[in-house]
């Protein structure tokens, strides 16, 4: 995913946030709501309640012609928003604001109160597999901003569970996250915090998002269960 050099003014950032929402509904906005309902799986409930949004190509701005993702921080702050174009063949087709990515994790505003209730957050790697899962009903799940699990969100989390279950893409770029988030599990002892951090591995070349349409919800909590289980009888 390319960064943008520079960030929008707040101002800005806050209007095209707006317009893309509402742009997003209309008939120009019909092809990228067709998408994310029916290529994303995304609800309707869960598009208007992360606020994605569409800039149509009849706009003159750098971001027309992409799907709008606005990026929070744990209290509802607006910090960057991330861009995917509708067309595939288009060069840079993901942008987003550059911002310190291991600062954040994508949805916890939306979901810290559900990771409070049960105790548990699932971790998974991009936007779209956030907001399908919450389109499922799995309400306890964040994203990693960047590629990596870092100690600032850990002590994000921290404040809410215990229990951190992490879906990686089944890719060679997934097992090396998941084996950097359990090599710093270990260096830095954080079982001595309480924490657990269960490994959820998919079959290879299949994205969190993936394996939850194919499988379905019952699917997915079976494949939560017996991470937990496994976890629980090597440990």
């Given at each position: ?24 509904r209309k008939p120009e906005g019909q092809s990228a709501l067709d ?6 799986k995304f609800s309707n409930e869960t598009i208007n309640k992360f606020n994605i949004g569409y800039c149509p ?179």
């Amino acid at each position: 995913m390319v960064e943008w050099r520079d960030k929008f003014p707040e101002t800005e950032r806050e209007k095209i946030v707006l317009a893309a929402k509402a742009s997003l509904r209309k008939p120009e906005g019909q092809s990228a709501l067709d998408y994310l309902l029916n290529v994303r799986k995304f609800s309707n409930e869960t598009i208007n309640k992360f606020n994605i949004g569409y800039c149509p190509t009849s706009i003159n701005h750098q971001v027309k012609g992409r799907i709008i993702t606005p990026i929070y921080d744990t209290y509802g702050n607006l910090v960057a928003i991330s861009t995917r174009h509708l067309d595939r063949s288009v060069k840079n087709r993901f942008w987003h604001e550059s911002f310190d990515k291991g600062s954040y994790l994508y949805g916890l505003y939306y979901a810290k109160n559900k990771i409070r209730k049960i105790n548990k957050v699932l971790i998974v790697e991009g936007e779209c597999d956030v907001a399908c899962y919450h389109s499922y009903g799995f309400d306890m799940t964040v994203g990693l901003c960047g590629s990596a699990f870092t100690l600032f969100q850990v002590s994000l989390l921290i404040k809410y569970c215990t229990d951190f279950y992490f879906m990686f893409d089944g890719d060679v770029a997934g097992k090396t996250s998941m084996e950097r988030a359990i090599r710093d599990y270990e260096k830095y002892n954080l079982k001595n915090y309480q924490l657990r951090f269960i490994p959820v591995i998919l079959p290879k070349g299949r994205d969190p998002d993936d394996y939850l349409i194919e499988n379905g919800r019952e699917g997915v909590k079976e494949k939560l269960k017996t991470a937990k289980e496994n976890y629980e009888f090597k440990f």
